[in-house]
């Protein structure tokens, strides 16, 4: 079974349209996290959810939101696409605490807009 | 705030040769330290992670870090690198009420045979 799973694993798609990426853990962990990694690898963090509660927002486009129905669960929809917009989104999840013992990350999603 | 650097953007070992990987970082105090290997194509996977007690930590697939407090750092060391370890590695640190984990910029390394 796998631990963190994203879908879809590519994605591509045409400036200025819509989309979304769903992530599910089954570890039982309590807060997920999207991070985007850039052409040149570089990973940061997006937005964090901690029991349903949004905990982290860092400054992103307010065309990306993220929604989590339930612990398991945590999706980002973006608005608008852009061609910056591409890069490999990655969810991750951990069990909150001190400290947390490590994230467990997803296989990504390679976004590519067109 | 706090960050974390690594200084090499791309090292090559042969195989069989030993690895170090160096990472510091910039923090009030001791944060919570990590490395993560990226394979290409792949998620991040933890080798290893530094909390408090022994200073010398050992992970999976024959990797150990060091922490070392007056340097700040928090290298990555293998005595004898496979051909499989070619990847990219990622120095973390997390710290703060929401255990956010900050990403150095990553080392690429390729092994030759």
């Known amino acids: 079974d796998t631990a963190v799973s994203q879908t879809p694993k590519y994605l591509v798609t045409q400036m200025g349209n819509d989309k979304s990426i769903k992530c599910e853990q089954n570890?039982?962990?309590?807060?997920m996290y999207w991070y985007k990694q850039d052409s040149k690898k570089f990973l940061k963090i997006m937005f964090s959810?901690?029991?349903?509660?949004?905990?982290i927002n860092e400054t992103v486009p307010n065309r990306f939101s993220p929604k989590s129905p339930d612990k398991a669960h945590l999706n980002l929809h973006i608005n608008s696409l852009e061609l910056g917009d591409s890069a490999v989104y990655f969810c991750?999840?951990?069990?909150?605490?001190?400290?947390?013992?490590?994230?467990?990350f997803g296989s990504g999603t390679r976004l590519t807009v067109v | 705030a706090q960050s974390v650097t690594q200084p090499d953007i791309h090292i090559t070992v042969s195989e069989g040769a030993s690895l170090e990987l160096r990472c510091n970082y910039s923090?009030?105090?001791?944060?919570?330290l990590f490395w993560y290997v990226q394979s290409p194509g792949q998620g991040l996977q933890l080798l290893l992670k530094?909390?408090?007690?022994?200073?010398l930590v050992q992970g999976i697939k024959g990797f150990e870090a060091e922490f070392k407090r007056s340097q700040s750092s928090f290298n990555l060391r293998k005595p004898s690198v496979h051909w499989s370890d070619a990847a990219e590695y990622f120095c973390a640190v997390e710290r703060g009420s929401n255990y956010k984990l900050t990403f150095g910029k990553g080392t690429l390394l390729t092994v030759n045979p």
């Open positions: 570890l039982g962990h309590d807060t």
């Open positions: 991750a999840s951990s069990q909150r605490g001190a400290p947390t013992y490590g994230y467990t």
């Open positions: 530094y909390f408090s007690g022994d200073t």
């Open positions: 923090y009030g105090a001791t944060p919570y």
């Open positions: 959810y901690n029991n349903k509660e949004l905990i």
